[in-house]
């Protein structure tokens, strides 16, 4: 239901970039904009019967995640609408706001889809892992007659398949410790499902208690594990900052869908105190440097980063203001750009206080 949303609306965004690029015609987006109205209007359909058919409890402690998917369903109209401005007016400014919200919305469907029903999960408990509550209601139906023994197994296959890929996936990221301790708990719970898909497909229930109890295990050792992997991956990038990469790793997946403004907001309040004690501590480097001619560079190369930052932070603050995709991008160069200045800057004040050490050292002697 989603995911066939979404195929529309990734048509519908390459068409879009087509225009822009002057490569198709304007007219060309008509049809794909009704295809994705309709898309959207079957997704939300199914949602809201989804949400209707929640229990009172459960229904309460979901809310949040009911809000958001509506937003988001109320946010892609919009950029719909400006689509379909777009055809009748021929305004180019318009179809750039067109396609920022594309491209905001276009994933934040199947992500809101899957937030909301991972939430319904752990409200319906007994645990905190969705998944692993999945798993529970299989094996409850099968022993009480309600569902065959395959709908577990199937349940079981896709955590087995997850693991899989997962694994996969890691074996191209960074060999960082983090990343190695996760793979190492992925190979784990790919283990544990294929032995409780053994005891499933052999109708042994005790088996399958005890494997439901160890994948259990499992399911709880890669959360935490997987915060620190990807900590340390989004640490990685151009920047010699980690702090900064982790800065950019995060705008980049927010540009995507995949995170919220308030996880960058987070990270940027973190960024801020630690370039302005950089840029003091700089100021007394000036100050008392006594060899001041040999580090104008580094100290107009760190006047430059810190002015650098500041213009990263107006374009940030602009982007969280109204959501415009090319401040955030802007932003993130300039913190990478000023990030590598200050860099500079710090060693060439390093290097040359180094120098005027082993000169002294060689007086000495």
Not at 201 to 215: L, P, T, Y
Request: glycine residues 6%; proline residues 3%.
């Amino acid at each position: 239901m989603a995911t066939e949303a979404v195929e529309k609306k990734k048509a519908l965004i390459e068409v879009i970039t087509e225009v822009l690029n002057g490569k198709a015609q304007g007219s060309d987006l008509a049809p794909l904009s009704e295809a994705a109205r309709q898309e959207l209007a079957t997704a939300r359909q199914g949602f809201e019967g989804s949400a209707s058919s929640l229990s009172p409890a459960v229904a309460e402690r979901v809310q949040p995640f009911v809000d958001k998917a509506r937003q988001v369903f109320m946010g892609y109209d919009h950029a719909l609408d400006l689509v379909d401005e777009y055809v009748k007016s021929n305004d180019h400014n318009v179809l750039v706001q067109a396609a920022e919200h594309v491209s905001r919305f276009s994933t934040q469907i199947n992500l809101a889809f899957q937030v909301y029903r991972d939430a319904v999960l752990v409200a319906e408990g007994p645990s905190e892992i969705p998944n692993y509550n999945l798993i529970l209601i299989c094996i409850k139906e099968w022993r009480d007659g309600s569902s065959p023994v395959e709908k577990l197994r199937v349940m079981v296959e896709r955590e087995r398949l997850m693991a899989k890929a997962t694994m996969d996936a890691l074996d191209k990221e960074p060999k960082l410790p983090e990343v190695l301790e996760l793979r190492k708990a992925f190979e784990k719970h790919l283990e544990s499902a294929t032995k409780l898909s053994v005891a499933a497909r052999d109708g042994n229930q005790s088996a399958v208690d005890v494997e439901a109890d160890k994948i259990r295990e499992t399911f709880q050792s890669i959360g935490p594990l997987r915060a620190a992997a990807e900590t340390a991956v989004r640490s990685q990038g151009d920047s010699p900052s980690g702090l900064v990469n982790l800065v950019v790793n995060t705008g980049r997946r927010l540009s995507r869908g995949e995170a919220h403004p308030k996880e960058l907001a987070g990270l940027l309040d973190q960024v801020r105190p630690v370039i302005r004690s950089a840029e003091a501590q700089f100021e007394v480097v000036t100050k008392a440097a006594t060899d001041a001619e040999r580090l104008n560079d580094a100290f107009e190369g760190a006047r430059k980063a810190f002015a650098t930052y500041d213009e990263a932070f107006k374009c940030f603050d602009q982007f969280f203001e109204g959501h415009y995709l090319n401040r955030l991008e802007r932003g993130m160069q300039l913190l990478v750009e000023a990030s590598k200045l200050q860099y500079a800057a710090e060693q060439r004040v390093l290097d040359v206080q180094e120098r005027q050490g082993k000169v002294s050292c060689m007086k000495c002697g």
